[in-house]
């Protein structure tokens, strides 16, 4: 029957209890089946007079209870500010029955006066019209938000049409004039941060009886529309707190990302001041190896169909192409800066010998000349061999010359990509000086150059000997022993390795540990890519920037012979990455491949 069913559904309440007895004590051995209908009509009747509504109420506040405690949950795991103040305000439009809310934040001034500050939508939901979201008011009594956020005091009202004549604060009605809405019944209640300062305001708007409902006229409010008793209250109240914890939370956790964001871009900014021919080097190659993990992360076909790059895995991506590169820090300063295979000063140091050495052949034949003068009694045969001497001594200036010239030659590195004739003719002059020797200040005979010079001017590429350019190396490995030291939340746990192996290739050619292509993450690979057309395409003390399409064809011939990826290297050229960085064609025809590393 439906005073049954309906007592079946509140069996808390006392009154359905003594309904329940009466009607277990009414058995068929005591009453007839008409007498029982009887006394069911009459029970019936009594029913609406029994306080179900307080059963009913207590059975919304345990729902809303468990509904708050849900809430508590979800807002302790949402970071993002965006999302965390839209789930906010959803769920306490839910746990009310507001049809519309807001959510406003306190921008402080700065100065000591409350009233100085404005608060700003951050977020604003109606069910019934679409919302401007683009508002600012005063912290102040000429609206209720502004007044709770000057005095902290919540407030509660059936109808804001109808406030107290002698409030200290007031409706504004602008916003109902505007979009044509019908505010009704209000609650506003105060955000506190831990300090108990204000954070903001929390204002929800006519309470409906049925959720579904869109308050589109008056007489729909009129029907649907109710106040927030005093147990909403209380809830509100309770989930303004808890939101106000969890935006200080994620606000926290902001503070924390940018303050470790700049210690990132500070870190890549202290290598670039020990190297500042790499100048940008860092944030170039990031940006090159974050869009191929976007373009990656887009491919509906193909070898990346698969793969997929969520946002913290960008973002631990972007710091490890930061960081590639801070093992620098422990690489001598010397060989980072080294712009060409003799440092300054020991070139001027050679040149100084040939120098020493052309005033002795000057010394030696003003000598011979002055011998010939003594010996020679004819002076037509004196002043011949004195021209034959001066004609020798002009040559051998002459030689010394071209071979300073040509040393000079040999020492830039921009220009030591040359035909394998050309380079053997210029090694043989090198080993030539190395062969020639000059007197020093004590009177002993010496090489024009050591036997260092010597290996340094026999570079073929670059500007770092070989045991120069293994020191170099070391940077990948002293990259990854720093960042490892870090303690990495288990999102950036990757980095270090990620940025260890920019330098490896596929086919286990490459350095620090030489790995080959099943210990390769694809991410490094990406960063090697993008490292190699980086240092290709950019100005270094040592070559001239190369060419696109000619830094594209030595990708592509690397990814042939197994180095790169050849996949990456495809997804690279074909989505035109290098395209962000704005590098222009340029001639390149003296050009020098990089030195590696």
Not at 184 to 201: C, E, T
Not at 526 to 534: K, N, Q
Request: proline fraction near 4%; charged fraction near 25%.
């Amino acid at each position: 029957m439906p005073g049954e069913a309906f007592c079946g559904k509140i069996s808390s309440s006392p009154s359905c209890g003594v309904v329940n007895a009466v009607r277990e004590y009414l058995t068929d051995d005591v009453m007839e089946r008409a007498a029982r209908r009887e006394l069911d009509a009459a029970l019936n009747d009594l029913l609406p007079s029994i306080d179900f509504e307080q059963a009913e109420a207590a059975l919304h506040f345990e729902e809303r209870l468990k509904l708050l405690n849900e809430i508590g949950l979800a807002l302790s795991a949402v970071r993002d500010i965006d999302q965390l103040i839209k789930l906010i305000l959803s769920k306490a439009r839910e746990l009310t029955g507001a049809d519309a809310g807001s959510l406003y934040l306190v921008n402080n001034s700065g100065t000591a006066n409350a009233a100085d500050d404005t608060l700003y939508f951050y977020d604003a939901q109606n069910d019934s019209i679409h919302v401007d979201k683009t508002r600012t008011f005063p912290v102040g009594p000429t609206n209720l938000a502004g007044y709770v956020a000057l005095t902290g005091q919540t407030l509660c009202f059936e109808d804001v049409y109808h406030l107290p004549a002698n409030a200290p604060y007031q409706f504004n009605p602008s916003f109902d004039r505007e979009f044509g809405y019908r505010t009704k019944s209000m609650l506003v209640v105060p955000m506190r941060n831990h300090k108990g300062g204000m954070l903001g305001v929390l204002q929800l708007i006519n309470r409906k009886r049925h959720r579904d409902a869109k308050l589109l006229d008056e007489s729909i409010v009129t029907r649907e529309v109710m106040a927030f008793d005093g147990t909403l209250i209380d809830m509100a109240a309770s989930l303004a707190s808890q939101a106000s914890v969890a935006i200080e939370n994620s606000r926290f956790v902001e503070s924390i990302r940018a303050l470790f964001e700049s210690f990132v871009l500070a870190s890549a900014s202290a290598i670039e001041d020990r190297d500042p021919c790499t100048s940008g080097h860092s944030v170039r190659v990031t940006a090159l190896t974050v869009a191929m993990a976007q373009a990656a992360h887009a491919a509906t076909d193909g070898p990346f169909k698969d793969v997929k790059f969520p946002p913290l895995e960008l973002e631990a991506l972007r710091y490890a192409g930061l960081l590639h590169d801070f093992g620098k820090i422990g690489v001598p300063e010397h060989l980072l800066t080294k712009s060409h295979k003799l440092q300054p000063a020991d070139f001027e140091k050679v040149k100084g010998r040939l120098f020493s050495l052309r005033q002795e052949r000057r010394a030696h034949y003003a000598l011979e000349m002055a011998r010939a003068l003594r010996e020679h009694e004819s002076r037509a045969e004196a002043e011949a061999v004195c021209l034959r001497l001066e004609a020798q001594l002009s040559a051998e200036l002459e030689d010394l010359r071209v071979l300073l010239q040509m040393l000079l030659r040999a020492n830039d590195p921009a220009v030591t990509f040359l035909p394998d004739d050309e380079f053997a003719r210029q090694q043989e002059l090198v080993q030539r000086l190395a062969q020639m020797t000059y007197e020093t200040e004590t009177g002993r005979r010496q090489p024009i150059l050591d036997a260092d010079e010597v290996v340094a001017l026999s570079i073929r590429k670059g500007s770092l000997t070989h045991d120069e350019f293994q020191k170099v190396k070391d940077h990948a490995q002293l990259s990854y022993e720093f960042l490892k030291k870090i303690r990495w939340t288990e999102e950036y746990a990757r980095i270090p390795v990620i940025a260890w192996g920019h330098h490896e290739k596929l086919n286990g050619k490459g350095y620090p540990r030489g790995v080959t292509a099943p210990e390769i993450r694809l991410e490094t690979r990406m960063m090697t890519v993008a490292d190699i057309f980086e240092a290709l395409t950019a100005q270094r003390p040592y070559k001239n920037p190369m060419a696109i399409t000619r830094a594209l064809d030595i990708l592509r011939r690397e990814a042939a012979s197994g180095e790169l990826d050849s996949d990456v290297v495809d997804l690279f050229i074909s989505q035109k990455i290098y395209e962000i960085l704005g590098t222009d064609e340029s001639p390149d025809a003296a050009c020098t491949p990089p030195q590696k590393g």
